[in-house]
C-alpha cells in the first residue's frame, strides 16, 4: 500500500505536496459548495436568469468535448501554478477558495436555474448529454464556476515573464473559450459568466491585499507540516 502510494502520488519534494494538499483543498471545497449547497436550496424557489442575448448564441453540441477536457486542463495548470514561488502559488490558490465561498452565499440566498435543450435521440453526443444533465442538473448557476476557474488560470500567468509567452496566449484563449463553451451548450446564460469572471478577478485581486493570503500561507505551511510529518513515519 505505501509503495503504492509512493507510485501514484509521486511525493518526492515539497513542491509535490503542496500540489496534491491544494488539488485536495480546491477538490473538498467544491464540492462542499457545488454539491453541498444543494442540500439547502432544495425546494427553494429557482431565479431564472436568462435575457433576449442568450437566445441570439447559437446552440454548439459537439462543443460538450471543451466541458470535460477544462478537467484535465485545470489539473495541469493547476500543478504548473503550485511550482511557483509560494506567494503567487498560494494567491492563486487563496483566490479559488474564496471565489468559492462566495458562490456558497449565492447558491443559497439565489438560487438560479436555466431551461436546457431537451435529449431527443440516444446518439453517442446524446448519452453524453444526459451524463452531463445526470451530474450537472440546471442550479447552482450563478455565478460560473468552470468560468471561475478558466479565467483565474488566466489571471495567474497573464503577467508572469517567467511563463512561456504562448502559453500565457493559450490561457486566455481557453477563458474566453470556457466562457463562451458554457454559453454555446447551454449550461450557463450570460449573467452567470459575466459573474463568474468579475468575480474572480475581485478575489485575486483583494487577495494580494489583505490579511487572507497571509493566513492562508500559514494554514498551507501547518498542514504540510503535519502531512509530511505523517508521511516520512509512514514510510521511514
Known sequence: MIKLIKKIFRLKSESDFYFWLSGALMLLTNQLVYSGTRLINHGLFHHNMTIPMDARIPYTPWMIVFYFGCFIYWFIHYWIMSRLPREDSDRFFCSNVMAKLICLLFFIFLPTTMSRPPITSDTPLSLIYRFLYWIDPADNLFPSMHCIFSWLCWIGVRRRKDIPAWYRWLTL?????????????????????????????????????????????????????RTMTWYHNLTA
Not at 470556457?178 to 483583494?206: F, K, N, P
Request: hydrophobic share 45%.
Open 173 to 225: 484563449i481557453l477563458g474566453i473559450g470556457t466562457c463562451y463553451m458554457t454559453l454555446a451548450i447551454r449550461q450557463h446564460v450570460l449573467v452567470d459568466t459575466i459573474s463568474g469572471v468579475l468575480l474572480i478577478e475581485i478575489c485575486y485581486w483583494y487577495c494580494g491585499r489583505s490579511f487572507l493570503l497571509r493566513r492562508y500561507s500559514e494554514f498551507m505551511d501547518n498542514l504540510m507540516a
